[in-house]
């Protein structure tokens, strides 16, 4: 059975390994010179900087999927767990940092507000229950509206409370608003606001909190690498520069692929790994793509998007932390900004990443690298990033002297790129620019998300964050692993 892989992303890694590993002639085909799109490296002569994720959660599920491959991650990468996770800077200069140990989280909690330490406890025990009911029903395909009846589902609907927001569910725990933002600012992994992400999400930060944040030597990109050097131990056929046009769909059916170089090769099974909401409109004719239409893509929810900064360095701020966030004076206003009025945000909230605190490999001796995503509107707003480019540097450099304390930073950038909104949509042909994928509301979720077995033409699966379970590499990897064992179970192993 020959199975076509667009893009060698981490969802389409995943779905690849475990196919080649089962027996499958599979070929993956990447637009890129590279492995891993947002999950690839940016390397320069002398620094190295992830392109997207940083924070490896859940890595026990890349884990498994190395198994079932009769392999060990740890062969591979360097896996490091990161004391602190992260810290939060406020407005007010004051700092939280939580880590893996307990009693220090309460302790940091109960310097705002002493009976917000006891809420950590009962945070933890009301999201443990919730994640062993909602985490059967996110590792599972969902192939028709039924599967919404089956029993991981019905199992998790005491847990869902759909109408209360992250930000609400958290207030059940903590009283102080600096606590709660340090126990919502994770929507914005799925690149929703607090209060409006639907409040289930407080399984993220107990999935921290309960398996810590992990970072990986030479950065998370290496966890691309590794997939990919298993694919090929495995006899995949990893084909780079190879960007394809279209899928060539006939009687409602896949059949193969044409390339952009005029080239088009059969095969039984197409797994799409490429960004869904920008494939789905570029890669699909509109009249074959059935409820997917331009108006229907136009009119979906999507994630906002980043402004991204990497710095090379030739100094290393080492009382910076590996992670660290920086909020806004006012963060209501800044996820409006970002959300609904889709406008550029003058005192962003904004993450920046220190790794070389941690990991030496990345910059010279002495010298070092610094990650910096700003939350930003996503392209179905009217912001002009051609001229907004130098404005949003300038803004974000202002934050990071003030909010971080690295006034001279300035004078010590060796190295610098950027990314806006229109670099993801034309270099990473993620749609609408919206990097963390269509947003996580309900009812794009489950059997509402684009389905892992396509639900439009045959012979064709899913897989990414644009797809079912949602964006983040744990859910990435896991629509991998659904896709390849519903190949499995379609075709037989
Ligand atoms: C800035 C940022 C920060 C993030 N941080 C985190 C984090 O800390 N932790 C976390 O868990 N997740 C994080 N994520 C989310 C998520 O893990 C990554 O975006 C992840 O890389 C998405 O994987 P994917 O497989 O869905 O798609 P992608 O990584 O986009 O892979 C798709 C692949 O398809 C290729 N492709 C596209 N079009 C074609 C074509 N026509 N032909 C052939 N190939 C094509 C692309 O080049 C790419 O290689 C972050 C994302 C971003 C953007």
Avoid at 54 to 75: G, Q, S
Avoid at 158 to 166: D, E, G, H, Q, W
């Amino acid at each position: 059975m020959k199975i076509g892989v667009i893009g060698a992303g981490p969802g389409s890694l995943a779905a690849a390994d475990l196919l080649v590993n089962a027996g499958y002639d599979v070929s993956v085909f990447e637009k890129e010179g590279v492995v891993g799109g947002r999950n690839a490296s940016i390397r320069t002569g002398e620094y190295t900087f992830d392109v997207g994720p940083t924070f490896l959660m859940m890595d026990f599920i890349l884990r498994e999927i190395f198994e079932e491959c009769d392999r060990d991650l740890d062969d591979y990468v360097d896996v490091v767990p990161l004391d602190p996770y992260y810290q939060l800077i406020y407005s007010d200069g004051s700092k939280l940092k939580l880590g893996p140990d307990r009693g220090e989280v309460k302790e940091s909690l109960s310097g705002f507000n002493p009976a917000d330490a006891d809420g950590f406890d009962s945070f933890f025990s009301d999201n443990e229950k919730k994640l062993n009911r909602a985490l059967p029903a996110l590792q599972r395909g969902y192939y028709k509206y039924s599967d919404l009846l089956s029993r991981e589902v019905l199992n998790m609907l005491p847990v869902l409370r759909p109408f209360t927001s992250l930000w609400d569910e958290l207030g059940k725990h903590y009283s102080e608003d600096r606590v709660k933002i340090g126990f919502t600012f994770q929507s914005k992994y799925l690149g929703m606001s607090p209060y409006n992400c639907p409040s289930m999400f407080s399984i993220i930060p107990f999935i921290e909190h309960k398996w810590g944040i992990k970072h990986v030597t030479g950065g998370l990109n290496q966890l691309a690498v590794a997939m990919a050097d298993l694919f090929e131990e495995l006899g995949g056929d990893l084909q780079l520069n190879r960007p394809v046009r279209e899928i060539e769909i006939e009687s409602g059916k896949a059949r193969g692929l044409k390339f952009e170089d005029g080239t088009v090769e059969e095969f039984d099974g197409i797994v799409m790994g490429s960004d869904f909401a920008w494939s789905i409109k570029n890669l699909v004719p509109e009249k074959k793509r059935g409820k997917y239409s331009d108006a229907k893509m136009d009119g979906m929810n999507y994630s906002c998007s980043t402004f991204m900064l990497y710095l090379g360095l030739d100094k290393l701020y080492d009382d910076l932390e590996h992670h660290n966030v920086l909020i806004s004076e006012d963060y209501r206003r800044n996820f409006k900004e970002v959300e609904t009025d889709k406008v550029f945000p003058q005192d962003p909230s904004l993450y920046v990443q220190n790794p070389s605190v941690t990991d030496a490999t990345l910059a010279p001796e002495g010298n070092s690298t610094l990650y910096v995503l700003v939350p930003v509107p996503n392209l179905k707003g009217e912001v002009d990033w051609e001229e907004g480019r130098e404005y949003y540097r300038e803004l974000t450099l202002g934050r990071l002297k003030e909010g971080a304390g690295l006034g001279d930073l300035e004078d010590h950038i060796d190295y610098e790129k950027i990314i806006t909104p229109e670099d993801w949509k034309e270099d990473f042909n993620v749609g609408y620019g919206a990097t963390f994928n269509l947003a996580h509301n309900l009812t794009q979720m489950l059997a509402f998300r684009p389905r892992n077995k396509f639900e439009v033409f045959d012979r064709a699966w899913l897989v990414g964050g644009g797809t079912n379970p949602g964006s983040g590499l744990p859910t990435i990897y896991e629509s991998g692993r659904i896709a390849a064992h519903n190949i499995m179970d379609t075709f037989g192993e």
